[in-house]
C-alpha cells in the first residue's frame, strides 16, 4: 500500500531563516506530487506541482520554491521566510487519478 | 458552502441527525468531484468522488449529489457521530492534461453535538 510521508510535523522559525520541508511517498511509482498552504481557518491553496523528476510547475508567485530530486521526493524551500508564510503545508500524491492523498501536513510558525 | 470573509461556514447538529453539506462550484468544464474530511491538525482524507454522469453516488453512510444545472455539490451524511466532527471540503479537478490538478472550496466546518 502507499503511505506518504511529511517532515517535520510543526517548526518554528524566524523571520529571514531558511526553509526545507520533506515529502516522501512509498509504495508507487511516478506519482504527481503536489504542495498546498493552507492558512488557519481557509481552504487549500496549490503552490507547486510536479509530474516528474526535476518537472516543477509554479501556480502563485511567492517566496517559496519547490524541488524533486527524486522520483518519490518532493520538497519545499525557502532562503528568507516572511512572516506571511506560516501557515499549515500538505503535501499530496495522485497517480492517474483526480484523487489525491495527502500527507498529515507540517505546521510552520514564522515568528 | 463558501467562506464569507475569514470565517468558514459552519454546520452544527446533534448526534444521530442526518447532515447536508452544500458546495458551490466554479467550472462548467469540471468533470470529476471530490470531497475530503480533514480533521484538526491532520491532512485532507478522501470520502467520496462523482463523475458528471452521475447525479448521485452512495457509499458509507455518505451520499454526493450533484447538480450540474445549477453548478452544486451537496454531501449528506446519515446518523451523523462525533467522530464526523471536521471541516469538509469539496474539490473539482481541472479537466484535461496530465497533471490532475483539482480546485479546493474553502470549506465547512461541521460540529456533531452529543
Known amino acids: 500500500s502507499q503511505t506518504i510521508h511529511q517532515w517535520p510535523a510543526t517548526l518554528v522559525q524566524p523571520v529571514g531563516s531558511p526553509l526545507s520541508l520533506e515529502c516522501t511517498v512509498e509504495?508507487?511509482?511516478?506519482?504527481?506530487l503536489y504542495w498546498y498552504r493552507q492558512a488557519a481557518g481557509r481552504g487549500l491553496q496549490l503552490l507547486f506541482y510536479?509530474?516528474?523528476?526535476?518537472?516543477i510547475s509554479s501556480e502563485v508567485p511567492q517566496n517559496l520554491s519547490a524541488s524533486r530530486p527524486q522520483d518519490r521526493q518532493f520538497i519545499l524551500s525557502s532562503k528568507k521566510l516572511l512572516l506571511s508564510d506560516s501557515g499549515f503545508y500538505l503535501c499530496?500524491?495522485?497517480?492517474?487519478?483526480?484523487?489525491?492523498?495527502f500527507g498529515p501536513g507540517t505546521r510552520l510558525t514564522v515568528t | 458552502g463558501e467562506s464569507v470573509g475569514l470565517h468558514l461556514p459552519t454546520l452544527s447538529v446533534q448526534e444521530g441527525d442526518n447532515s447536508i453539506i452544500n458546495c458551490a462550484y466554479s467550472?462548467?468544464?469540471?468533470?470529476?468531484f471530490i470531497w475530503y474530511k480533514q480533521e484538526s491538525g491532520k491532512g485532507p482524507q478522501f470520502i467520496i468522488d462523482?463523475?458528471?454522469?452521475?447525479d448521485k453516488r452512495q457509499g458509507q453512510r455518505v451520499t454526493v449529489l450533484l447538480n450540474k444545472t445549477v453548478k452544486h455539490l451537496s454531501l449528506q451524511i446519515a446518523a451523523t457521530q462525533p467522530g464526523d466532527s471536521a471541516v469538509y471540503f469539496c474539490?473539482?479537478?481541472?479537466?484535461?492534461?496530465?497533471?490532475?490538478?483539482?480546485?479546493f472550496g474553502k470549506g465547512t466546518l461541521l460540529t456533531v453535538n452529543p
Open positions: 462523482i463523475r458528471s454522469n452521475m
Open positions: 499530496a500524491w495522485s497517480y492517474s487519478s483526480y484523487e489525491q492523498y
Open positions: 509504495g508507487t511509482s511516478n506519482p504527481n
Open positions: 467550472n462548467s468544464a469540471s468533470d470529476y
Open positions: 474539490a473539482e479537478n481541472e479537466s484535461g492534461g496530465s497533471n490532475y490538478k483539482l480546485t
Open positions: 510536479s509530474v516528474g523528476i526535476g518537472q
